[in-house]
């Protein structure tokens, strides 16, 4: 169980927001498999909190994924309490105020990651939203902006401060934004965080692959809970396997054919009736990347749905290259 304010999750895994990944369509997978929280990706405050943008269909919950959470960026103080209490009243069930964003054009305009170089606006930023909304509010960070001795020194007075203020949770990706996803997740430095703030409820993030080794780094570093990012895209399935381990059991084998076919043919069903047609081939293949890793014939396939230019032709690849793996085997 892990507790999030008022959020009381069954299981500790929650599914990241992912930037350009994470829209209902996933949220959804990841609810089906398992996930008892998902997220929308990052959105930048001064759009969420436009009355006319938040009314975008890509910008509202959907009614049967509760609990969902939202996740804003800005360095206006004024536009993330505005944005942050206009999601709570469209309808999302948890707020998180996102400190750890490396994208060059986020850090340049000094938003996301940048602002781990400066606790005072964090802190702040942290307190006025928490003034506004009665919903959980949680905090993202990386564990510095770069490398050097005061970034560690600036990252932890963020922690100590925001674990006395009672924070509902805080997220850690144990990488500086400097190293953006270059190098191993430091997960020592967030076995240390716990150890000495217990009572804080964090969240781990980084590297998270594989429900054996997951479960590994949260029973080792013995924090809170963990978010699920780029393990997830293309793998739904993992929520299942992370349940089935936590409780015990062996480590789900592999979905067959049949299944990676019905959940992939599930997936771009959602993503054509949330966006335009013109769009959704294209955009459904950076999924299709990931989904054909599980496949025994991964390159071959991959070939193959990506040259898809229709929905029709990606469905009838799919179809032929997932029907049953001893006619693959003879292609
Ligand atoms: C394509 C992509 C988009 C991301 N978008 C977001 C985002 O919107 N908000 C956020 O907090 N983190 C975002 N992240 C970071 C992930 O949530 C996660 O913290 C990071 O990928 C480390 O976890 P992993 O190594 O297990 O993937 C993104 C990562 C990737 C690769």
Known sequence: MLKIGNLVLKVPFIQAPLSGYSDYAMRRLALDFGAPLTFAGVMLAKSAAHPKILRKPDFQPHEDEHP????????????MVKA????????????DLNFSCPTPKVVSRKRGGWMMNDPDIVLETYKRVRDVVT???????RIGFDSSEYS??????????????????????????????????NWDILAKVKDEFPNLTIIGSGDLFEPVDIINKLKTSKIDGVQIARGAVGNPWIYK??????????????PNLAEQ??????????????YDRKKTVWYFRKFVVRYCRL???????????????????LIDSIDHWYSDNEKVKSD
């Open 68 to 79: 969902v959470g939202a996740q804003i960026f800005d360095n206006d103080m004024a536009m």
């Open 84 to 95: 942050a209490k206009d999601l709570q009243d469209t309808g999302y069930d948890i707020i």
């Open 135 to 141: 919903c959980p509010l949680t905090i993202k960070v």
């Open 152 to 185: 560690y020194d600036y990252f932890y007075e963020i922690v100590s401060e925001v674990s006395r203020l009672g924070i509902d949770a805080i997220t850690i990706h144990g990488r500086t934004v400097e190293q953006r996803f270059t190098g191993p997740s």
């Open 241 to 254: 396997g992370l349940i089935d381990v936590w409780e015990g059991k062996p480590a789900p084998e592999t």
């Open 261 to 274: 076919a019905e959940i992939m043919k599930k997936h771009f069903d959602m993503i054509s009736k949330l």
């Open 295 to 313: 496949h025994p014939m991964r390159k071959h396939v991959l070939r193959s749905l990506i040259a898809a230019k229709t929905g029709q032709e």
